[in-house]
């Protein structure tokens, strides 16, 4: 893209240095923040982990208890000795870990690890962790 934007540039320029025309324009590139330039894998990096973190911690745990409930086997756990608060417990244990798994792959993936990983790690528990409420909030619709 801007090889084309120089070519044609150039052309424009050798045009009217031959016609003899003046440059009507005089346009100046001024780059505005930082000179590093930020490649888009980067920039959308935060936003891909915080999209695989809230939607596998809250809906794999949420479509698991939802399929329990028309397969009628979280009747059948009730009958159990673990009580309902133990199972959404699991469920919500479930969440995190899946959320920590995946985002630790994201993270693997696009090579991220740096100098402050319990940081990031502490981060992302904490990101898993408050996805989990949504969980329980889904089930109690639910049941109206």
């Not at 792959?105 to 740096?114: P, S």
């Not at 981060?123 to 909030?137: E, I, R």
């Amino acid at each position: 893209m801007d090889n084309r934007v120089v070519i044609s540039a150039a052309i424009i320029h050798m045009m009217r240095q031959v016609t003899g025309e003046e440059v009507p324009v005089d346009i100046q590139q001024v780059l505005l923040g930082d000179a590093a330039n930020v490649p888009w894998q980067q920039r959308l990096l935060p936003m891909m982990i915080l999209m695989a973190v809230l939607l596998s911690g809250t809906m794999i745990p949420a479509s698991s208890l939802v399929n329990e409930k028309v397969k009628r086997t979280l009747s059948a756990v009730n009958a159990s000795p673990a009580t309902l608060s133990e199972v959404y417990t699991a469920k919500g244990l479930l969440g995190v870990l899946l959320s920590m798994i995946t985002a630790l792959l994201i993270l693997f993936l696009n090579r991220v690890f740096g100098g402050q990983s319990g940081l990031l790690l502490l981060t992302l528990y904490c990101q898993a962790f408050s996805a989990q409420p949504w969980v329980f909030l889904l089930d109690c619709w639910s049941r109206m």
